[in-house]
Each structure stands twice: as C-alpha cells, then as structure tokens.
C-alpha cells in the first residue's frame, strides 16, 4: 500500500487543455489513454491515480474505477486524493493500455455558483496524475507516469457538472478506445498541468457504488414528456436504454414532486436556467444504446423524459440507480406502529442520499457538506450505519478547511465561502460532534488524536467572540423552525443558542483532551464552559418564573439537555417546557436545534409518551403529518397543505432515529463513556405502542431489544454480547417481578410488571 507521504504520490500532472466548461460554453470531458510494452513476466503490478475532478479508469478495456465519482469531493487547495489498484491480474504480457476519462468535479465547479465555487482560486480544466509501478519476476522494477507522451481525445461527454448534470452525444463514440489495439492516429499530446496545493493522500473513505436498482411505478403524459415516477426520493442517475433515431436528443429533467400535473422544480433551483439536474443524450441511432451519467448524480423521485415518442415511452426506457456511499447497517428499529417505522425508513433513506463521501444537506440543490446537518445527525447516523471511516477522512477535510483564525465555513468543502455567512457555534460544533461520537461509539481514539489541535484552535478563536457580557452571538441559529417568517426569525434567541453550544463544545473539548492526556487544553476548556454556563444563569434566565429567554420549547429544552440548570431547579424548569408543550396543543415548535433535544429531554422526565405523540402526530406541524402527507425522505423543514415547497430530502431532522433506538428500545450504548464494553437498557414502554424492538451493532457484537405487551405486563427480551455489561432500568411505574426496578443486564427474558 502506498504510504500517506507527499513524496511517495505522482506529482506530474497533466490536462488536455487549458480551456474549461462554463455554462455558457461547453468543453467536452477529455480522454486520455497510454499504451506499453510488458516484456516480462511480472510478480506486482500497483497504479497510483488522482484524477482533478473526477476520474473514470480502464486498463486494457476493463473498468476498474472503484465507484462513482472517483477519488473523493474535496478542496484541491486543501486535500488531493488518490486511489491504488492492484492491475496485476489485468496486465497482459505484449501490448497494454492505460485509459482515463476525466470529469469536472470541484476542479471546475461551475454549476456550484451559488456557493462561490465558480471563483475559487483552484479552478481550472481537469487534471490527472498516475504512475504505474511494475515488479518483474526477476526482481527488475518498471515505472510509468503521467507526462505529455500520453494522448488526448474529446469524449462523447459534452457537459458534465455536479449539480447540473451531463449531456453525452453518443454520435461521438471512439469505439474501443480504450484498448490496446486502437488507433490513436490523431490524438493529441498532452498539456503539462500546475501542480494542485492539497496535501495529497489515499482516500480511505467509502465509496460511491449503486445500492439499488428501482423500476418505474408509474408513467404519466406531461405537456412536454412522460414524466416516469420512480415511487421514492433517493439520490443516484437514470440508465437510459432506447432504441433511437440517429441525433434524437432526450432530456432526463429530475425532480422531487408534483405540482398542478407536472413535474415541479422551482424547490431545487436558484434561478430559472434550464441546467439544473438534467442529463441529455443524443442518439447514435444504429441499434439498441445504453446511456449511464458518468460524472454526476440527482436527488429525485420523478424523472420528466422530453424528446422521446409514446412508443418509446415503456418502463425499460428507466432505470433508477440508486447511489450513496458504500456504509453498512449497524442498527435498526421496528414497532407496532406504521408511522413510527415509516419515518424510522424515511430517516435511513434520507441519510443514505445525502452521504456521496460525507453528509451532503440535500442532494439535488446543493450537495454541500453542509456542517450543522452532520452535526446534528452524527449520532443517530452512528446507532444506525457505519460512517466512522468516511467520517475520519472528511474531519481531516474540516481542519484543512478552518482558517488562520481557527474558524470554520459553513460548508466543506468551500472555495472561501460560508465563513461570512452561513456558520456560527451551532454550525462550527461538527469540528466536535463528529470525533466525539465516533469515539464514544467506536473507541477509536485516532479521530480524537487528529482532531485535537484544530479543537484547540477553535476554543481560541470562540474566545475572541465572547461579548462584554459573557455571551456570544455570531452565527445561524434555530434553523427552519415552523412557518419561521425570515431567516432571522428564532423563538430562541441567537445569544442564548450560540452561546449554549459554545458551553457544549467546550465541555466536549474537555472530555476530548481528557482521554487524550492533555490536561492544561481540558483545564482550559473547562474554564471556558463554567464561565459561559455562569453568564447564561446570570443574563439569559427569569429565576422568578424558571424560563429560559425566548419562553419558547427550543431555549427550555436546550437548556435543559446541555444542564445550565442545577439539580434541584431542573424539575420547576421542565414543567414550565410541559407547559411550553401544552401551549402548542403537545405540537412541536422547533427549529433543528431544539428537535435535536427535546425528544431526550422529555423521555428524562419519564414523558416519552409525550414525545411519541408530538412525533407521529398527523397534523401539521409533525414528522407524522410528512407520513400523512405522503413523504418518502426527511423533508428541509416543516410547512403546511400548501405552504412553500422546500427541499424534499433533508437529512437533519433524523434524531429521531436516535430516540427511537435509545428510547423505546432502550439500548444506551456506552452510558458513562468510558467502556466500549458495558451497555444499559432503558427502554419506555409508551402506552401508544404494543410491541417494539431495535438493535445496534456495538464494537464487541450485536445488542438487541425486543419488548411486548402480556396483558398488564410487558415481556422484555435482551441479547448481547456474553462478556457486555450493564444495567435495566425500568422507568417510574415498571418493575421487575421482586418489585426492583434496576438489575444487571444479560441476555434472556424479563417480565416486567406496571405498578
């Protein structure tokens, strides 16, 4: 394995032209291709490759790129990522072929105007850079590298962009191009490219590969197409598979909803130009074509085919591949209830679209790497998946991507954008958020040991930010709260959120340099903590009546979970978040910030019969009432029968996911945080519910909960790993056949009585 060291990567990169797409201007995605000559027999064959933006890879007409959207989505001015492929078993003896078609990427990331990324300083035509290193079975070594000897065509890609999509005039094909054998008479040399800033590195990230292949459920005439219904929204391409005339042009215009009869995308689009996910494909028209986007992909349920006849317009014409990064299941959760188990079904689909490398906020306007969404999904995304090695390598991303000062931008990777606008604390907090639950969930420290001084430095810069009077205010704050007025409208005032989870970062950069050993960067953050918690009790609290400023849900149950309040004041302060619940009619009035606690703050109080109905509720404003309404993902944000359309697949809202798990199932993993080895079950046996069961895959094996009622009683069932430990803890109200409620926990069943 090529080691994580500069000097070990190809570093000569090179371009086809130094002239790149732009909206207004098409340059096809280029090819390039190398032949040579093996003469011996040979033990080792290993290709190093980096491709600016992305890379398609054929060696000898084999495709071996490991995934979509190869290497990885990232700054070139902060990270430069390579793959390595084992090509020995490809390499013929005689006459071989290297093959490569570049993408734009990030490299040139123009339908990303919105976010700057049309003017970032890196952005230039695509690159490539590889070396081929071969062993001979007589110990002889062979070098191949990137350098102006190899050849450049046009591809049959005339556009391709990550958010807008790609067009492919198939009238273009070089057939076999990429084989030994073709005849590159012809084809230029290429262009010596500027060597990229990134620090370069083998992406250990997954990849992105299809994990689903959907056919249509329903074909409708629209006045412009046929607008094919795929059943639910993912992210992923079309395969096209028709039978064309020579030069027939087909649109593939996706989208997530259905407005009036036709397709609506005015919630994906900044302005009205007609790029904004749309593949196009123009015929070859010989016999039966295929046609799969190469360096793209959509968020979409419904595609609105143009250019197609009704005889063309059958189910075969679609395929739906359904694309995410390759993560596997670690937990789940079921239950007697439909609503319950379809959003637990939305969360995982919602949370799967928006993961291409790293959690993206939305898959079809944006795909930004959006820092508060991964924040506020790390842990359920944990309990539920294995994101902990794409984690890893995006938090090298995150550190690259804080400035001199120590801030971070709202979105990374960025070309400079989101440090004016669009972060804050409740933003910037992924720089904890993401180590702090991988380690608490997988015990590996390396995330912690990578990220501790980047940790440091954000402390440092939070500090300057601190006001006169103890708080701070510069960021975003209780985002998307329901039927919010402008983007500044929060309940809960910005002061009293930045500065409550400044309060929490610090307390997680104590616990954080604490298992590190570094005892002078805990004492530090524990000083900031104390001071900032002492400043909310002081200037942000009504001691006369226990409300939080704001006397809204998200400041009382904020205030609550992150423990401003003292032991004994925290039950006069929960009831006033009752009454706070009670003045809604039990519905939910929160933005991201406060959904993210209240649901735990309740079931602490012993109420998660409460939060199971402000959840599944049918009516606006609700998860259940997206059940109702017929959601198929997490949507963006909470609007009524209708109200604006937003985003349709958010992942940011899927916390409950978490609570469903740790809650009603009851596995709390890890409870004090300092053995990956002892588990408590704390299930709520709401009375809404007659059965329910989870689990979660936990670094020593499976922990698995299932309970149901028997009459009065309820039977509970539990497995986990023999040498797990751990306690049941039944809530107020339950105990266990001798009257306990507290016993250690191993695996069998326990009848469970109601007092």
Known sequence: MVENKRKDFPMKFIRATEDYCTLESSVPAPYFRKTFIVEKEISTASLVICGLGFYDLWVNG???????????????????YYDEY???????????????????????GFGGYIWDFDKARWRGAPQLALRLEMTAADGEETTLETNESFLTAPSPITFDDLHCGEYYDARLELDGWNKPEYDDTGWKKSLHAPMPRGEARICKAEPIVVTQQLKPVDIVKEPNGYRYDFGINCAGVCR???????????????????????????????DENDYVQKDCYICRGECK?????????????????????????????????????????????????????????????????NFQYFPVDCPQREKNGWTADAALSAEHMLLNLSPEKSYQE???????????????????????????????????????????????????????????????RYLHYIS???????????????????????????????????????????????????????????????????????????????????LVVGNCQTSQAMALHYCVFEPEERATAFEQLLKLIDDTNEHMNTGVLGAR???????????????????????????????????????????????????????????????????????????????????????????????????????????????????????????????????????????F??????????????RVCHQ
């Open 289 to 353: 074509e295929t046609y799969t986007p190469t360096f793209t992909y959509h968020g979409f349920r419904y595609v609105l085919v143009r250019g197609i006849t009704k005889n063309q317009a059958i189910p075969e014409l679609l395929t739906y591949l359904v694309m995410n990064s390759d993560l596997q299941e670690r937990g789940g959760f079921f239950c007697s209830d439909d609503v319950a188990n379809t959003l637990q079904e939305i969360t995982r689909r919602s949370d799967l679209a």
């Open 464 to 546: 300057t930010r601190i006001k006169e009077n103890g708080l701070i205010s510069c960021g975003l704050g209780d985002w998307c709260q329901p039927e919010r007025k402008s983007e500044s409208d929060y309940s809960s005032p910005l002061e009293f959120t930045d500065t409550v989870l400044t309060m929490d970062i610090a307390d997680k950069s104590a616990y954080i340099f604490g298992e590190l050993g570094m005892h002078e960067q805990q004492s530090f953050a524990r000083a900031m903590s104390s001071r900032l918690r002492g400043s909310i009790r002081e200037k942000l609290i009504d001691w006369s009546t226990m």
């Open 394 to 456: 995006w938090m090298r991303n995150i550190c690259k991507a804080q400035n001199d000062a120590g801030a971070l931008p709202g979105i990374i990777p960025t070309g400079g954008w989101g440090f004016h606008w669009g972060n804050g604390p409740a933003w910037d907090n992924v720089l904890l958020y993401l180590p702090y639950f991988t380690y608490i969930y997988r015990g590996d420290k390396k995330i912690l040991e990578e990220s501790a001084a980047s940790i440091m």
């Open 62 to 80: 084999k495709r071996i790129t490991k995934g979509a959207l190869a290497p990885y989505i990232s700054s070139p001015d902060d990270m430069l």
């Open 240 to 270: 096209l598979c028709i039978r064309g005339t020579v030069g027939q042009s087909i649109d593939l215009v996706h989208g997530e909803t259905v407005v009036n009869g036709e397709l609506y995308t005015k919630n994906i689009k900044f």
């Open 86 to 108: 084992d090509v020995l078993p490809i390499l013929n003896k005689g006459k071989n072929v290297i093959a490569v078609c570049l993408g734009n990427g990030h490299q040139n």
């Open 597 to 735: 606690v209240i649901f735990h703050v309740l079931t602490a109080f012993g109420r998660s019969d409460l939060a199971y109905n402000m959840i599944t509720r049918p009516d606006f404003p609700s998860y259940g009432n997206w059940v109702a309404r017929g959601a198929t993902s997490l949507w963006e944000g909470f609007q009524p029968e209708g109200g604006r359309i937003m985003s349709l697949n958010h992942h940011f809202w899927g916390d409950i996911s978490s609570w469903f798990i740790q809650s009603l199932a009851g596995i709390r993993f890890n409870p004090h945080r300092n053995n990956w080895m002892e588990t408590d079950i704390c299930p709520s046996f709401v009375p809404q519910l007659s059965y329910a069961q989870g689990f979660h895959i936990a670094p020593a094996g499976k922990i698995s909960t299932q309970w149901k009622r028997d009459g009065q009683d309820i039977m509970l069932k539990v497995e986990l790993p023999q040498e797990m430990k751990g306690h049941i803890l039944l809530e107020q109200g339950w105990a």
């Open 737 to 750: 056949d001798d009257g306990s409620n507290v016993r250690p926990v191993f695996s069998g069943e326990y």
